[in-house]
């Protein structure tokens, strides 16, 4: 599956080429079944698709957890590095969680409720590195690349637990702020203890929250 990336406007940070000619492979899913080598063989006949339709520059991410991205090597992409992701998984459910759901203030009861699970402990962090590989489909958009190409990675590091987590205390006082706004009275009762445990003092927890009451998502709610 082909489509938009996340953040189209980021572009401009990779490559020359414009936005519109540029593409990301979403999903790339292959049943055991089928013989080896499916996978180059439906990426080839894909790129043939999609320099049809105009398109210069593919870009993809392999998921750290389930490896470094052999497919992409193997299909001749070239690799752009890593960033790392922060996930929180929850200890009773084992439900995992993305970190921008806990930071998405859009989206204010899912935020609030997020970030209470941090105040009440069930939550164990980890990281995952995201490795990024591009695939021009022109020589042109090859040149265009701004990134600095680098050897493969082989090394599979998987999870990697974060035991000493805590969440930025900006986060937590915009959840209780946002609580505060949609009197959500126990929600921001527990996200206020959180973070007078998390500063030290009511003092400093109040100055906290009085910033994030300039978010524009909380003033929105308190108009």
């Not at 990426?43 to 043939?48: D, G, N, P, Q, V």
């Not at 699970?117 to 020589?139: D, I, M, N, S, W």
Request: with cysteine; aromatic share 12%; proline share 3%.
């Amino acid at each position: 599956m082909f489509g938009n990336a996340m953040n189209h406007k980021a572009w401009h940070s990779i490559t020359n080429t414009p936005g519109e000619s540029c593409i990301e492979l979403n999903r790339l899913w292959i049943d055991d079944r089928l013989k080896t080598n499916t996978e180059t063989w439906l990426l080839s006949r894909s790129f043939k698709i999609l320099r049809e339709r105009g398109f210069e520059l593919v870009q993809s991410f392999a998921d750290g957890r389930l490896g470094v991205g052999t497919t992409y090597q193997a299909a001749n992409f070239s690799y752009y590095g890593f960033s790392k992701t922060l996930f929180q998984k929850h200890v009773e459910t084992g439900e995992i969680y993305h970190n921008t759901q806990f930071t998405n203030t859009a989206n204010p009861r899912g935020m609030i409720w997020r970030n209470v699970l941090h105040a009440e402990g069930v939550l164990q962090t980890f990281e995952v590195r995201t490795y990024r590989y591009l695939y021009p489909l022109c020589k042109r958009a090859k040149k265009n690349i701004k990134l600095k190409e680098l050897p493969y990675p082989k090394e599979r590091v998987g999870e990697q637990l974060i035991a000493d987590y805590v969440p930025p205390l900006a986060q937590i006082a915009r959840a209780a702020a946002l609580a505060n706004a949609l009197k959500q009275c126990e929600n921001r009762d527990i996200l206020y203890d959180y973070l007078i445990k998390l500063t030290g003092n009511e003092k400093e927890a109040n100055r906290t929250i009085k910033e994030q009451q300039k978010n524009k998502w909380v003033e929105k709610l308190c108009a």
